[in-house]
């Protein structure tokens, strides 16, 4: 393993920067992959145009296989919320951005299910 190349790339892409994880199930199980993908051009397209590639509300996406839900899909989970999203298809991708991770307010009409990570123990673990 070459951990200064590692850390060197993750610098680069600014981990460690990021407010905000997006992962988004591309299908092909939930979703047909030309719709996941759709959506995954699009989150990336609106994650730009919003500002959120750096700053206060930066938000860092991964386009994945599968996140095991497998209906209704594309599936989309946000993190640190752990909000996680049915029917995130091009055409709701906008609304996600824009209300979720533009002000903070998931779009509680494509809530699945919550799951947020425990900052506080997520801190101590650290030190």
Do not use: F
């Not at 992959?33 to 995954?40: F, I, Q, T």
């Not at 989970?77 to 903070?104: C, D, F, Q, R």
């Amino acid at each position: 393993m070459n951990r200064e190349k590692l850390q060197e790339n993750a610098a680069k892409l600014g981990i460690g920067k990021y407010s905000r994880h997006v992962l988004l199930c591309t299908g092909p199980t939930c979703c047909t992959e030309k719709e996941g993908l759709e959506a995954w051009e699009e989150l990336k397209k609106q994650i730009k145009e919003q500002g959120l590639t750096s700053g206060e509300n930066a938000c860092y996406r991964t386009k994945v296989g599968c996140l095991r839900l497998c209906e209704s899909g594309p599936i989309a989970t946000v993190y640190p919320e752990g909000i996680w999203y049915a029917s995130m298809t091009k055409e709701n991708i906008g609304a996600l951005v824009e209300s979720h991770l533009v002000n903070g307010k998931p779009l509680e009409d494509l809530v699945i299910t919550k799951n947020p990570l425990p900052r506080d123990q997520a801190s101590s673990k650290e030190s």
